[in-house]
């Protein structure tokens, strides 16, 4: 497993009031992601756990695409990943601030 921290600077916090949300499952090459609020509101912090090692550069330009799209400040960002492909792990990270701009 390699294990690394990306952190961003958003334009704006994430919408919303829910304190988390998952999205995902850890199986057969896709990955699970946990979404939780913290106090920097404009700061974004992914902690990524992968399977697939020497892949840093390729996480670092989805998770910064994110950001630019969505503007997820205030997020601390876990990934569990075991192999999903980079559409994958944007549509995870899409769907997981959706989530958390839902109402409760």
């Given at each position: ?12 916090p ?10 995902g ?80």
């Amino acid at each position: 497993m390699e294990k690394f921290t990306i952190q961003a600077q958003a334009k704006e916090p994430l919408g919303g009031e829910r304190s988390e949300a998952v999205t995902g499952v850890v199986a057969s090459g896709n990955l699970e992601i946990l979404f939780e609020r913290n106090k920097d509101s404009l700061v974004v912090t992914v902690e990524v756990m992968t399977a697939s090692h020497g892949y840093k550069p390729v996480w670092d330009a989805v998770i910064r695409d994110f950001v630019e799209r969505v503007s997820p400040g205030g997020m601390h960002i876990s990934i569990h990943d075991n192999g999903a492909r980079p559409d994958t792990v944007l549509l995870r990270l899409m769907q997981g601030a959706r989530l958390m701009e839902a109402q409760s």
